[in-house]
Nanobody, 125 residues
Framework: QVQLVESGGGLVQPGGSLRLSCAASGGTLSNYAMGWFRQAPGMEREFVAAIIGNVTSTNRADSVKGRITMSRDNAKNTVTLQMNSLKPEDTAVYYC??????????????????WGQGTQVTVSS
């Protein structure tokens, strides 16, 4: 069974940066996409970014565009999400996930099979 553990969340001031990490265990995941989603209170879970191999897909909405970078270390089964110029609207629980299908880079919640417990990110002064 694949297990995902996120870390790196916390309280950060507007304009600051944060680096989230996700450690995966329980399977060989190098041929599966890994993604980041976020969910603010009362809102649907939102795609942030995903990666498979050297290909990255990021949310192109103005809300996150240009401020996030996702990377992956297959040898360590980890992914990271670097977020810069954080805004209060970035406040959410951030989740790491693994895609359902080998070799596919999806961006919908239903296309990811395994999820971590999430890490809280709060952007506030």
């Amino acid at each position: 069974q694949v297990q995902l553990v996120e870390s790196g969340g916390g309280l950060v001031q507007p304009g600051g940066s944060l680096r989230l990490s996700c450690a995966a265990s329980g399977g060989t995941l190098s041929n599966y996409a890994m993604g980041w989603f976020r969910q603010a209170p009362g809102m649907e879970r939102e795609f942030v970014a995903a990666i498979i191999g050297n290909v990255t897909s990021t949310n192109r909405a103005d809300s996150v565009k240009g401020r996030i970078t996702m990377s992956r270390d297959n040898a360590k089964n980890t992914v990271t999400l670097q977020m810069n110029s954080l805004k209060p609207e970035d406040t959410a629980v951030y989740y790491c996930a693994v895609g359902r299908r080998r070799g596919w880079l999806p961006d919908r919640v239903d296309d990811f099979a395994y999820w971590g417990q999430g890490t809280q990110v709060t952007v506030s002064s």
